[in-house]
């Protein structure tokens, strides 16, 4: 066989041998107590000295020019003008801006904590992405920053999901399995999920651990193969009902460079031989917004055609993650796919949205009768003060730090639900 398959059939003693035990440790074994990944990256002298100076809400443009000219990156920025994004420091009242894999860093977006001078922990992250504290991410620290900054919300995940009846799904590119978590949270059954990356594969198993997680890289012919193999042998004559995957977007985002030619495109085409063999129910492809313009809209015109062609009805949703609940503006597109149906409507918010005006401050609500969206302080204001470059990957939780719905969320003490319900009444 030339893939691995990962298997994590006990979680808690997977807690007693990953990690070094400290006293405090062995006891922290009962889930409503534990607080993992609580960990942020150390900034150098200079970062220190340049996020000191940007208040809340700021961002680069409040750093004073003697300390900029300290940078040759920021003295570049300085002189061409760069996103009012880079060295922010996230807003208390309002949701943040993109989580991406570079929240290592300050330099590339909005990562430093509202009120501590230091960048936001793994888990701070990992809340304002809406995964629950009982999801724990393991491996390096450098996967883990890739982990959470490139998964699908599964707030966001969990209200396309609602778009299908609950029935048997495979992930492709599962990456940590945001995606597929807002699948199960919606009642859905997980069956397989697939990753090239080792790393991916151990925190996916880890919290997935009735799913099967097989690594396989699918730009290899061969490695496909065995997947589909493997897959077959799984369903074991079930049908399957949805097939889910985020293809790695690279090529497309507006972040990285937009390469039309970049090999990492053509993933999404290896998905859609996989759609052709499987031939599920429903399919779900999701992506950054830049898959609507790469090639003047030729990518996504393809891959909608090739759906068409298989007899799919197609429809392409752009949506808002703090529309969901996710505390987080995140805008991604879902490619539906579903046979035997008309084109599924778009799910609908429940949240406002956030309408940003001509400028970075100029924030307005998109809808005046939902309630407003979660923001940066409910989401995590309850997590303990640690200093730049400290905490721990794993510590003990006081429930009476909790102070919000949706700190009680993550905490899995009330459900989505009857959060929207709270929510909707708070007005
Ligand atoms: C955008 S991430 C997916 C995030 C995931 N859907 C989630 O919600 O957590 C894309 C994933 O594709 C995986 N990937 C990249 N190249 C691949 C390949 N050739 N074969 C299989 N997986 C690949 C990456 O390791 C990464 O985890």
């Known amino acids: 066989m030339s893939y691995k398959v990962f298997t994590y059939p006990n979680r808690v003693s997977l807690i007693v041998t990953s990690i070094s035990l400290t006293a405090v440790d062995t006891e922290i074994q009962e889930a409503s107590k534990v607080l993992y990944n609580h960990i942020c990256s150390p900034l150098s002298e200079l970062d220190m000295e340049m996020i000191r100076s940007v208040p809340e809400g700021g961002n680069w ?44 860093r300050p330099g590339n977006g909005t990562f430093v904590h509202p009120e501590q001078n230091r960048l936001i922990s793994m888990r701070e992250a990992a809340r304002l992405q809406s995964f629950t504290d009982q ?52 009642g ?5 999920a697939s990753d090239c990356n080792s790393n991916m594969c151990k925190t996916y198993a880890y919290n997935h651990p009735a799913t099967e997680v097989i690594q396989v890289d699918l730009h290899l012919r061969e490695q496909s193969e065995n997947l589909l193999e493997e897959i077959e042998r799984t369903l074991a004559g079930r049908h399957l009902n949805t097939l889910v995957g985020g293809p790695p977007c690279q090529g497309f985002s507006t972040a990285g460079n937009r390469n039309a030619l970049d090999s990492r495109n053509s993933l999404v085409f290896r ?17 950054v917004p830049g898959l609507k313009w790469m090639q003047q809209g030729q990518v996504l015109e393809s891959v909608v055609r090739a759906l068409e ?26 490619v539906v796919g579903q046979r035997d149906g008309d084109c599924k409507a778009a799910p609908a918010g429940v949240l406002a ?32 003060l640690i200093v730049s470059g400290g905490g721990e990957d794993l510590i003990e939780y006081d429930v009476n730090w909790t102070t919000t719905d949706y700190q009680r969320l993550m905490r899995e003490s009330l459900s989505f639900d009857d959060f929207i319900t709270k929510r909707a009444e708070q007005g």
């Open 353 to 384: 949205p956030i309408v940003r005006g001509r400028t970075r401050d100029d924030v307005k609500l998109g809808a005046k009768d939902l309630p407003s969206p979660v923001s940066v302080s409910e989401a995590i204001s309850d997590l303990p």
């Open 188 to 192: 859905h059954d997980v069956i397989l």
């Open 271 to 287: 998905m859609l031989e996989i759609v052709h063999t499987l031939q599920p129910h429903n399919v779900v492809i999701e992506n």
């Open 309 to 334: 062609e298989l007899e799919y009805s197609v429809s392409v949703h752009n949506l808002k993650a703090e529309e969901f609940g996710v505390p987080q503006r995140r805008r991604r597109v879902f």
């Open 135 to 186: 999801y724990r991410f393991l491996g390096s620290y450098s996967s883990r920053y890739k982990q959470i900054g490139n998964a699908v919300p599964p707030l966001l995940a969990r209200a396309v999901a609602t778009l299908f009846d609950p029935g048997l799904v495979i992930d492709l590119f599962s990456g940590a399995g945001g995606l597929s978590e807002g699948f199960v949270q919606a």
């Open 61 to 104: 443009q409040d750093i004073p020019p003697e300390i900029i000219q300290k940078s040759a990156r920021l003295t570049q920025i300085h002189r061409s003008g760069g996103r009012t994004t880079y060295y922010g420091r996230l807003r208390k009242n309002l949701p943040s801006y993109t989580i991406n894999t570079y929240f290592n």
